[in-house]
Antibody, heavy 117, light 110 residues
């Protein structure tokens, strides 16, 4: 079964950093774009960033540009999100999602990030 | 990158049909055939229901259908069932090679 498992969430103070990971299994990881999508408590979905199959194309939502960096390790079938200069408004569940035909066809269960002093 | 506009809530009785709208601009919904729809039950991850405006992934009920006219996309649920009660989100590819989600719609089965 195709599976995505996120990890690395936790509580951090404003201005701090976290690195999220997403482990993929049961599909050929390097054939797919990969995405991060977040959802603040009680709020809607927000697309955060994506990366192409070989990692040389990356796109971000304006609110995280210059603070977040998406990357991947195809040898490890893993996706990452380095989050720096975290703000309270970054508090959310962060989902890893596989890209397929301009949609997101497989999602992980998410990892919670809380930014608070 | 403003969120696409969806009604906050839509309701219907079992067996009825409901339609959820998703209003964007010519830079997203209106400019591409890349609108998708997601169902999210409380506490769960989203599930892809429709992609490329009107295509259903394998395993999704044919009671779900999608369409688009101009800058507005729509999701129709026919033969409404109790299990359809959930939050629904649209998403579109944008001119800046990014994605944007809708504000979300809570569907209630009366």
């Amino acid at each position: 079964e195709v599976q995505l498992v996120e990890s690395g969430g936790g509580s951090v103070q404003p201005g701090g950093s976290l690195r999220l990971s997403c482990a993929a299994s049961e599909f050929t990881f390097n054939f797919f774009w990969m995405n991060w999508v977040r959802q603040a408590p009680g709020k809607g979905l927000e697309w955060v960033a994506n990366i192409n199959e070989d990692g040389n194309e990356k796109y971000y939502v304006d609110s995280v540009k210059g603070r977040f960096t998406i990357s991947r390790d195809n040898a490890r079938s893993s996706l990452y999100l380095q989050m720096n200069s975290l703000r309270a408004e970054d508090t959310a569940v962060y989902y890893c999602a596989r890209g397929w035909r301009s949609a997101f066809d497989t999602w992980g269960l998410g990892t919670m990030v809380t930014v608070s002093s | 990158q403003s969120a696409l506009t969806q009604p906050a809530s839509v309701s219907g009785s079992p067996g009825q049909s409901i339609t959820i709208s998703c209003i964007g601009t010519s830079s997203d919904v209106g400019g591409y055939k890349y609108v998708s729809w997601y169902q999210q039950h409380p506490g769960n991850a989203p599930k892809l229901m429709i992609l490329d405006v009107s295509d259903r992934p394998s395993g999704v009920s044919n009671r779900f259908s999608g369409s688009k006219s101009g800058n507005t996309a729509s999701l129709t649920i026919s033969g409404l069932q109790a299990e359809d009660e959930a939050d629904y989100y649209c998403s579109s590819y944008t001119y800046s090679s990014t994605y944007v989600f809708g504000t979300g719609t809570k569907v209630t089965v009366l």
